[in-house]
């Protein structure tokens, strides 16, 4: 589904990305671990088009979509939710929601896919006049996940779901998340807590000071001595 091909990418003369690849299957759980500033969220953001890349090639469904515009990306099926939720906190939860839909403004499928989104979410439909304020930290992040799939993604990208949140909330976060990938949608996730990626996805890629250093499947990476020690806190 998602080719990543020798990605390069400067950013201040900075070389973060330094020759990534890295291949996304359809129907899978993928993630991407690694240590804070190792370059997990320039490489998503290199993805859905915020950043362009200096070399390389991004290639989805079989179309180059390296340095298009990000609502060109959303377009073909690509959605991102970004680290830290960027929900709009001076709007109300339906507003976010319809912000999400924004790429195929049509009416009467806008209100079914946001009747879809409060079935999926009840706690924001018990609260879809309220401010995004005025939500909790868990409820922010259910939030930017269904403002995410109001577009219809084949590929949804998430940049640590899990930051901020208490253990009991990422379980119910993760086990949503796993939903929606049994409903169909590709998931690639950047996630600091290596441990609940690894047990969340089915494939993994461990990314070291910009580049993609191993790949393997969860049992592999949970099996390798250098995951063990570097990430898991394990001998």
Known sequence: MLKVNDIHLRIEGVHILKGVNFRVNEGEIATIIGANGAGKSSLLNTI????????????????????????TIVSKGISIVPEGRRIFSNLTVLENLKIGAVNRWV???????????????????????????????????????????????????????????????????????KEINDRGTTILLVEQNAKLALEFASKGHVMVVGNITKSGSKEELLDDDFVRKAYLGLS
């Open 48 to 71: 859905i088009g915020i950043f362009k890349p200096d070399k390389g090639n991004v290639v989805f469904l079989g179309d180059e979509i390296a340095g298009s515009a990000p609502e």
């Open 107 to 177: 009416q009467k499928s806008m209100i079914a896919d946001v009747s879809r989104m409060m079935e999926m979410f009840p706690s924001l439909e018990r609260r879809q006049k309220q401010l995004g304020s005025s939500l909790s930290g868990g409820e922010q992040q259910m939030l930017a996940i269904a403002r995410g799939l109001m577009a219809h993604p084949k590929l949804l990208l998430l940049d640590e779901p899990s930051m901020g949140l208490a253990p009991i909330m990422c379980k119910k976060i993760f086990s949503i998340l």
